[in-house]
């Protein structure tokens, strides 16, 4: 006798129970694959979102540190290196460097491998009475920022002075009437007027600007500056001490200055722009993991829910079936058919059940999640090859068929249990 065929044959003499049986196996499968599934594309959907956002955030904080470098840029510079016996009491009181030292002290700094600052403007102050105006004014010789040799050429803070020209300030053009274009004598020398600042409320207001060996010339200082401004590096950002190690290191006959107020102005505007954007993808993160965890939850309690009620009403069917049956199970048992083989007659149908039921459920939970997800999400559609999981497929296929012989498995024992000719002496 064939116990494969014999169950097969039996499957399609009880066609109803056995539909309903795989109906459920089917149902249940299909709910937990589909739950996996969908949990799956969430997981997918997020990692291109947050990528997407990623790249939004790091464009936008390179657009905002770009306006802020920009902006701050304006403020002009933030680092004064002066000559080392320069009294800073008397730099206070004065607005100038009594010392100098020499105007290649800042050649050397653009040579050297300096990373704390950049845009190097050496420049020669002093204190002057403009003879033709009657004025007194603070004169600023400058040649021009001083390139960095290992960064990249920038836009100059400080655009360099053409020979034979001047900039002013905004009380000496504004007092004087002075407007570009026009011609200025000072110190014997003719001037003609490129820049016309604009009103600063500071000692630039009364600064007259002229090319550094102009100045030095009529100051009797000939190669010589008595300062060198710059601009605080990112890096070094409201660290003066790390500014200080390393020019000491470089000119050691030097002190630094820092405007602190300008410095920790343009490091806060920097960071906040910057950190600003960085929460609120923090925030997106924090809300999408939250969102997956309470998937994982739900799919993480409502699996076992979902195999026990399968498993229960398997077994009630599996248990309808053995007593539907009594009679013909007693007769197989009256002409020679020994219990073990009628307990691998159920078991059989017990797999095929759930093999079946395990492979359309398997299906139908696949593929309806990537149709209900495309419906519902309002998202870009998630590749279903990306979803697919051979071990999911594996172990559905394998689970399946393990709850249908555990449900099927106290009915079977009920039946091969039972005299065989104790049923038929009712019948």
């Given at each position: 006798?064939?116990?494969?065929?014999?169950?097969?044959?039996?499957?399609?003499?009880?066609?109803?129970?056995?539909?309903?049986?795989?109906?459920?196996?089917?149902?249940?499968?299909?709910?937990?694959?589909?739950?996996?599934?969908?949990?799956r594309?969430?997981?997918?959907?997020?990692?291109?979102?947050?990528?997407?956002?990623?790249?939004?955030?790091?464009?936008?904080?390179?657009?905002?540190e770009?306006?802020?470098?920009?902006?701050?840029?304006?403020?002009?510079?933030?680092?004064l290196?002066?000559?080392?016996?320069?009294?800073?009491?008397?730099?206070?009181?004065?607005?100038?460097?009594?010392?100098?030292?020499?105007e290649?002290?800042?050649?050397?700094?653009?040579?050297?491998?300096?990373?704390?600052?950049?845009?190097?403007?050496?420049?020669?102050?002093?204190?002057?009475?403009?003879?033709?105006?009657?004025?007194?004014?603070?004169?600023v010789?400058?040649?021009?920022?001083?390139?960095?040799?290992?960064?990249?050429?920038?836009?100059?803070?400080?655009?360099?002075?053409?020979?034979?020209?001047?900039?002013?300030?905004y009380?000496?053009?504004?007092?004087?009437?002075?407007?570009?274009?026009?011609?200025?004598?000072?110190?014997?020398?003719?001037?003609?007027?490129?820049?016309?600042?604009?009103?600063?409320?500071?000692?630039?207001?009364?600064?007259?600007?002229?090319?550094?060996?102009?100045?030095?010339?009529?100051?009797?200082?000939?190669?010589?500056?008595?300062?060198?401004?710059?601009?605080?590096?990112k890096?070094a950002?409201?660290?003066?001490?790390?500014?200080?190690?390393?020019?000491?290191?470089?000119?050691?006959?030097?002190?630094?200055?820092?405007?602190?107020?300008?410095?920790?102005?343009?490091?806060?505007?920097?960071?906040?722009?910057?950190?600003?954007?960085?929460?609120?993808?923090?925030?997106?993160?924090?809300?999408?993991?939250?969102?997956?965890?309470?998937?994982?939850?739900?799919?993480?309690?409502?699996?076992?829910?979902?195999?026990?009620?399968?498993?229960?009403?398997v077994?009630?069917?599996?248990?309808?079936?053995v007593?539907?049956?009594?009679?013909?199970?007693?007769?197989?048992?009256?002409?020679?058919v020994?219990?073990?083989?009628?307990?691998?007659?159920?078991?059989?149908?017990?797999?095929?059940?759930?093999?079946l039921?395990?492979?359309?459920?398997?299906?139908a939970?696949?593929?309806?999640?990537?149709?209900?997800?495309?419906?519902?999400?309002?998202?870009?559609?998630?590749?279903?090859?990306?979803?697919?999981?051979?071990?999911a497929?594996?172990?559905?296929?394998?689970?399946?068929?393990?709850?249908?012989?555990?449900?099927?498995?106290?009915?079977?024992?009920?039946?091969?249990?039972?005299?065989?000719?104790?049923?038929?002496?009712?019948?």
């Amino acid at each position: 006798m064939n116990i494969l065929l014999l169950a097969f044959r039996e499957i399609l003499h009880r066609k109803i129970n056995f539909l309903l049986a795989l109906l459920v196996v089917a149902v249940a499968a299909a709910g937990l694959v589909g739950a996996l599934a969908m949990l799956r594309m969430h997981g997918i959907a997020t990692d291109a979102i947050l990528e997407k956002k990623r790249a939004e955030v790091a464009y936008a904080v390179a657009q905002l540190e770009d306006d802020y470098r920009k902006i701050t840029k304006g403020m002009g510079f933030n680092i004064l290196i002066l000559p080392k016996g320069q009294n800073l009491g008397d730099f206070y009181a004065e607005d100038y460097a009594a010392a100098d030292m020499p105007e290649e002290y800042a050649d050397i700094l653009g040579r050297s491998a300096i990373v704390t600052v950049r845009h190097l403007l050496p420049t020669l102050q002093h204190k002057f009475k403009w003879p033709e105006k009657e004025r007194t004014i603070l004169l600023v010789g400058a040649r021009g920022e001083v390139p960095i040799s290992h960064l990249e050429k920038e836009q100059p803070i400080m655009p360099p002075i053409p020979p034979g020209r001047m900039f002013l300030g905004y009380e000496l053009h504004a007092s004087l009437k002075i407007k570009p274009g026009d011609k200025v004598l000072f110190a014997g020398r003719e001037y003609v007027v490129d820049r016309c600042m604009k009103e600063q409320g500071n000692k630039d207001d009364i600064t007259v600007w002229i090319p550094l060996k102009d100045a030095q010339e009529i100051l009797g200082k000939p190669g010589k500056i008595n300062s060198i401004l710059a601009l605080e590096c990112k890096c070094a950002w409201a660290d003066v001490a790390k500014v200080r190690e390393e020019i000491g290191k470089i000119l050691p006959d030097t002190q630094v200055i820092e405007k602190a107020t300008e410095a920790l102005t343009r490091a806060e505007a920097r960071s906040r722009a910057a950190k600003e954007a960085k929460d609120a993808l923090a925030r997106e993160e924090r809300g999408r993991e939250r969102l997956k965890r309470e998937y994982e939850s739900f799919v993480a309690w409502i699996g076992p829910l979902v195999a026990a009620v399968a498993a229960v009403i398997v077994g009630c069917l599996a248990l309808l079936n053995v007593r539907a049956r009594r009679s013909e199970i007693a007769i197989l048992r009256a002409v020679g058919v020994r219990s073990g083989q009628v307990l691998v007659l159920l078991m059989i149908r017990a797999v095929i059940t759930g093999l079946l039921g395990a492979a359309i459920g398997f299906a139908a939970g696949f593929f309806g999640a990537g149709a209900i997800w495309q419906a519902r999400s309002g998202t870009e559609p998630v590749p279903l090859d990306a979803v697919f999981s051979p071990a999911a497929l594996v172990a559905t296929l394998v689970l399946a068929p393990v709850v249908t012989c555990v449900a099927s498995w106290i009915p079977a024992m009920l039946a091969v249990k039972t005299d065989p000719a104790a049923i038929l002496a009712e019948e």
